[in-house]
T-cell receptor, first 112, second 111 residues
């Protein structure tokens, strides 16, 4: 199994600012992902965080808004840029260990 | 496209009642199927999974059987507890280790 931690656990931000969320896995993993869970809704995949190369974004998500880094096999960051109230969500990091996808506890973001 | 459909919630039950949460999927192949649980204020936890037809996943008294003929993966538990109150997500594999989630079903169990 993989244990995943995220920082911060929650934050309240002003519109127009940016927030970087960190994701740390306790073991080396090949695949890491970032998801968004808007209030009362299901999870939507934002992107696949690729180690050593640019992230692969899903339809509707762009690098300028959600830049992602993955400098090694255990760590990734997601930045939510130029935030608006519509970005208020839970952002979850996940990693594939074996054949199972494990999730971090999430970062609860409120944009005012 | 490939998708996952869950029964709408909320589902409200009394303690020790029988639980069923329906889940169906569409797929061109034979995906792996999962149930994740999200307790209040927490992230997602894998509850159980099945990787091929007729497999039964089970954990903490919950069970789900991979039914290829009906493209279903219904979650069941014989006797729910208050501590089972959570949101349950059905998911299928979507290629490249991605997951495609259903909308989630909120379960509320009352004493």
């Amino acid at each position: 199994s993989a244990v995943i931690s995220q920082k911060p656990s929650r934050d309240i931000c002003q519109r127009g600012t940016s927030l970087t969320i960190q994701c740390q896995v306790d073991s080396q993993v090949t695949m890491m992902f970032w998801y968004r869970q808007q209030p009362g809704q299901s999870l939507t995949l934002i992107a696949t965080a690729n180690q050593g190369s640019e992230a692969t974004y899903e339809s509707g998500f762009v690098i300028d808004k959600f830049p992602i880094s993955r400098p090694n096999l255990t760590f990734s960051t997601l930045t939510v840029s130029n935030m608006s109230p519509e970005d208020s969500s839970i952002y979850l990091c996940s990693a594939v260990g074996g054949e199972t996808q494990y999730f971090g506890p999430g970062t609860r973001l409120l944009v005012l | 496209g490939d998708s996952v459909t869950q029964m709408e919630g909320p589902v409200t039950l009394s303690e020790e009642a029988f639980l069923t949460i329906n889940c169906t999927y569409t797929a061109t192949g034979y995906p792996s199927l999962f149930w994740y649980v999200q307790y209040p204020g927490e992230g997602l936890q894998l509850l159980l999974k099945a990787t091929k037809a007729d497999d039964k996943g089970s954990n903490k008294g919950f069970e789900a059987t991979y039914r290829k003929e009906t493209t279903s993966f219904h979650l069941e538990k014989g006797s729910v507890q208050v501590s089972d109150s959570a949101v349950y997500f059905c998911a299928r594999s979507g290629g490249y280790n991605k997951l495609i989630f259903g909308a989630g079903t909120r379960l509320a169990v009352h004493p």
